[in-house]
Protein backbone atom coordinates (compact mmCIF):
# COMPACT_ATOMS: atom_id res chain seq x y z
CA UNK A 1 0.00 0.00 0.00
CA UNK A 2 1.23 3.64 -0.54
CA UNK A 3 2.72 5.36 1.99
CA UNK A 4 0.78 8.79 3.08
CA UNK A 5 2.44 12.05 1.44
CA UNK A 6 3.40 15.12 3.67
CA UNK A 7 4.30 18.21 1.21
CA UNK A 8 5.60 21.65 2.87
CA UNK A 9 5.96 24.75 1.31
CA UNK A 10 9.35 26.43 2.79
CA UNK A 11 9.36 29.72 2.94
CA UNK A 12 7.10 30.99 5.48
CA UNK A 13 6.29 27.57 6.78
CA UNK A 14 9.25 25.44 7.37
CA UNK A 15 11.46 28.12 7.66
CA UNK A 16 11.19 32.11 8.88
CA UNK A 17 13.18 34.05 5.64
CA UNK A 18 11.08 37.05 5.70
CA UNK A 19 14.10 39.20 6.86
CA UNK A 20 16.39 37.48 3.92
CA UNK A 21 13.67 37.75 1.58
CA UNK A 22 13.26 41.37 1.74
CA UNK A 23 16.51 42.46 2.04
CA UNK A 24 16.96 40.91 -1.21
CA UNK A 25 14.18 42.51 -2.65
CA UNK A 26 15.45 46.08 -1.87
CA UNK A 27 18.57 45.25 -2.97
CA UNK A 28 17.17 43.80 -6.12
CA UNK A 29 14.99 47.12 -6.48
CA UNK A 30 17.78 49.44 -5.53
CA UNK A 31 20.40 48.20 -8.39
CA UNK A 32 17.23 49.00 -10.43
CA UNK A 33 16.71 52.32 -9.61
CA UNK A 34 13.21 51.85 -8.48
CA UNK A 35 11.21 52.44 -5.09
CA UNK A 36 11.40 49.03 -3.07
CA UNK A 37 7.81 48.01 -2.73
CA UNK A 38 7.12 47.63 1.17
CA UNK A 39 6.91 44.52 3.33
CA UNK A 40 3.54 43.21 3.48
CA UNK A 41 3.52 44.04 -0.32
CA UNK A 42 6.83 42.01 -0.84
CA UNK A 43 5.58 38.91 1.61
CA UNK A 44 2.27 38.91 0.00
CA UNK A 45 4.11 37.56 -3.43
CA UNK A 46 6.47 34.97 -1.46
CA UNK A 47 5.98 31.42 -2.89
CA UNK A 48 5.59 32.48 -6.93
CA UNK A 49 8.82 31.94 -8.72
CA UNK A 50 10.94 34.68 -9.48
CA UNK A 51 9.40 36.20 -12.80
CA UNK A 52 5.70 35.62 -11.57
CA UNK A 53 6.34 37.33 -8.18
CA UNK A 54 8.14 40.53 -10.15
CA UNK A 55 5.28 40.52 -12.57
CA UNK A 56 2.82 40.93 -9.11
CA UNK A 57 5.16 43.61 -7.75
CA UNK A 58 6.00 45.64 -11.20
CA UNK A 59 2.76 45.30 -13.58
CA UNK A 60 2.98 48.13 -15.64
CA UNK A 61 7.01 46.12 -16.80
CA UNK A 62 7.79 43.78 -19.36
CA UNK A 63 8.49 40.66 -19.22
CA UNK A 64 12.27 40.98 -20.36
CA UNK A 65 12.20 43.54 -17.34
CA UNK A 66 10.17 40.83 -14.60
CA UNK A 67 13.16 38.51 -15.57
CA UNK A 68 15.81 40.75 -15.45
CA UNK A 69 15.05 42.10 -11.49
CA UNK A 70 14.54 38.40 -10.60
CA UNK A 71 17.89 37.98 -12.10
CA UNK A 72 18.74 41.02 -9.51
CA UNK A 73 17.09 39.35 -6.59
CA UNK A 74 18.95 36.54 -7.69
CA UNK A 75 21.88 38.12 -7.09
CA UNK A 76 21.94 40.01 -4.26
CA UNK A 77 20.47 36.53 -2.44
CA UNK A 78 23.99 35.26 -3.20
CA UNK A 79 25.55 38.24 -2.24
CA UNK A 80 24.54 37.94 0.93
CA UNK A 81 24.79 34.91 1.49
CA UNK A 82 28.37 35.06 0.67
CA UNK A 83 28.13 37.89 3.43
CA UNK A 84 26.79 35.90 6.53
CA UNK A 85 23.71 37.93 5.31
CA UNK A 86 21.07 35.18 5.12
CA UNK A 87 18.75 33.85 8.18
CA UNK A 88 16.28 31.78 7.70
CA UNK A 89 15.82 29.76 11.46
CA UNK A 90 13.50 26.76 11.57
CA UNK A 91 9.88 27.82 13.00
CA UNK A 92 9.89 26.01 16.46
CA UNK A 93 8.59 22.64 16.66
CA UNK A 94 9.11 22.09 13.13
CA UNK A 95 12.19 19.41 13.42
CA UNK A 96 10.65 17.33 16.18
CA UNK A 97 7.68 17.59 13.64
CA UNK A 98 9.07 16.11 10.86
CA UNK A 99 10.58 13.36 13.34
CA UNK A 100 6.96 12.49 14.54
CA UNK A 101 5.51 12.19 11.30
CA UNK A 102 8.10 10.15 10.06
CA UNK A 103 7.55 7.66 12.92
CA UNK A 104 4.03 7.80 12.15
CA UNK A 105 5.06 6.59 8.48
CA UNK A 106 4.66 9.62 6.43
CA UNK A 107 6.80 10.40 3.38
CA UNK A 108 7.95 14.12 3.15
CA UNK A 109 8.24 16.22 1.23
CA UNK A 110 8.79 19.74 -0.24
CA UNK A 111 7.45 21.80 -3.22
CA UNK A 112 8.40 25.74 -2.93
CA UNK A 113 9.22 28.39 -4.98
CA UNK A 114 12.50 28.51 -4.02
CA UNK A 115 15.30 26.79 -6.75
CA UNK A 116 17.21 24.00 -5.97
CA UNK A 117 20.15 25.44 -4.91
CA UNK A 118 18.85 27.70 -2.57
CA UNK A 119 16.60 24.75 -0.81
CA UNK A 120 19.44 22.48 -0.76
CA UNK A 121 21.62 25.48 0.99
CA UNK A 122 18.42 26.01 3.40
CA UNK A 123 18.00 22.47 4.41
CA UNK A 124 21.21 21.12 4.75
CA UNK A 125 22.45 24.07 6.98
CA UNK A 126 19.02 22.61 9.61
CA UNK A 127 20.71 19.38 8.76
CA UNK A 128 16.94 17.98 7.73
CA UNK A 129 17.49 16.99 3.93
CA UNK A 130 17.96 13.59 4.12
CA UNK A 131 14.15 13.52 5.87
CA UNK A 132 12.81 14.35 2.74
CA UNK A 133 12.07 11.62 -0.39
CA UNK A 134 10.57 14.30 -2.62
CA UNK A 135 12.47 18.00 -3.63
CA UNK A 136 10.37 20.41 -5.94
CA UNK A 137 11.25 23.88 -6.92
CA UNK A 138 10.59 26.70 -8.96
CA UNK A 139 13.65 25.80 -11.26
CA UNK A 140 11.50 22.58 -12.94
CA UNK A 141 8.33 23.34 -12.43
CA UNK A 142 5.50 26.22 -13.78
CA UNK A 143 5.12 28.30 -10.37
CA UNK A 144 2.53 27.91 -8.02
CA UNK A 145 -0.43 27.50 -7.73
CA UNK A 146 0.21 25.50 -10.94
CA UNK A 147 -0.15 21.78 -9.52
CA UNK A 148 2.70 20.24 -11.49
CA UNK A 149 5.59 20.46 -8.12
CA UNK A 150 2.58 18.13 -6.38
CA UNK A 151 1.41 15.89 -9.49
CA UNK A 152 5.84 15.56 -9.59
CA UNK A 153 6.33 14.61 -5.90
CA UNK A 154 3.15 12.21 -5.64
CA UNK A 155 4.78 10.82 -9.01
CA UNK A 156 8.50 10.30 -7.17
CA UNK A 157 7.15 9.10 -4.01
CA UNK A 158 4.45 6.95 -5.27
CA UNK A 159 1.64 8.47 -3.26
CA UNK A 160 -1.88 9.13 -4.12
CA UNK A 161 -3.67 12.42 -3.75
CA UNK A 162 -6.55 11.22 -1.61
CA UNK A 163 -3.81 10.25 1.05
CA UNK A 164 -1.56 13.34 0.36
CA UNK A 165 -1.63 16.96 2.42
CA UNK A 166 0.34 19.77 1.14
CA UNK A 167 0.42 22.07 4.25
CA UNK A 168 1.55 25.95 3.26
CA UNK A 169 0.93 29.83 4.37
CA UNK A 170 -0.25 31.01 1.35
CA UNK A 171 -3.14 31.36 -1.27
CA UNK A 172 -1.12 29.87 -3.65
CA UNK A 173 -0.04 27.01 -1.59
CA UNK A 174 -3.57 26.18 -0.94
CA UNK A 175 -5.09 26.75 -4.73
CA UNK A 176 -2.63 24.18 -6.16
CA UNK A 177 -3.45 21.70 -3.54
CA UNK A 178 -6.99 21.80 -4.79
CA UNK A 179 -5.74 21.83 -7.99
CA UNK A 180 -3.90 18.69 -7.71
CA UNK A 181 -6.67 17.33 -5.86
CA UNK A 182 -5.16 16.83 -2.41
CA UNK A 183 -6.13 17.62 0.89
CA UNK A 184 -4.42 21.64 1.90
CA UNK A 185 -3.63 22.63 5.49
CA UNK A 186 -2.71 26.36 6.22
CA UNK A 187 -0.25 27.79 8.86
CA UNK A 188 -0.69 30.94 10.58
CA UNK A 189 2.45 31.61 11.42
CA UNK A 190 3.69 32.90 7.45
CA UNK A 191 2.86 35.54 4.59
CA UNK A 192 -0.70 35.29 4.23
CA UNK A 193 -3.51 35.26 6.89
CA UNK A 194 -5.63 32.41 8.24
CA UNK A 195 -8.72 34.02 6.69
CA UNK A 196 -7.29 34.33 2.98
CA UNK A 197 -6.29 30.50 3.78
CA UNK A 198 -9.54 29.36 4.59
CA UNK A 199 -11.17 31.17 1.57
CA UNK A 200 -8.88 29.73 -0.60
CA UNK A 201 -9.78 26.41 0.46
CA UNK A 202 -7.63 25.08 3.68
CA UNK A 203 -9.05 22.26 5.64
CA UNK A 204 -7.88 23.85 8.68
CA UNK A 205 -4.65 26.79 9.62
CA UNK A 206 -2.87 25.54 12.55
CA UNK A 207 -1.29 27.74 15.20
CA UNK A 208 2.00 26.39 15.98
CA UNK A 209 3.58 22.92 14.68
CA UNK A 210 1.69 20.72 17.74
CA UNK A 211 -1.67 21.95 15.86
CA UNK A 212 -0.42 21.42 12.98
CA UNK A 213 0.81 18.07 13.69
CA UNK A 214 -2.92 17.20 14.71
CA UNK A 215 -4.26 18.43 11.79
CA UNK A 216 -2.16 16.43 9.61
CA UNK A 217 -2.96 13.32 11.39
CA UNK A 218 -1.88 9.97 11.70
CA UNK A 219 -1.92 7.90 8.26
Given at each position: MNRPL???DCDGTLVDSQHSICA???????AARLTPPDR????????????????KLLP????????????????????????????EPLYDGIGDLLDRLSGQG??????????DRGLALCLTQHGIIDRFVTLQTADRHPS????????????????????TVMIGDTTYDIDMAIDAGVRAI??????????????AGATAVAVDSEDLGRHIGTP
Open positions: ALFAMVRAFDPTILSVVGLSLPHAMADADDAFHHHIADQYRDAFRTMRTEGDVVWLLGVATGKSKPNPAMLMAAMAEADAAPETGVNWGYHSPAELLA
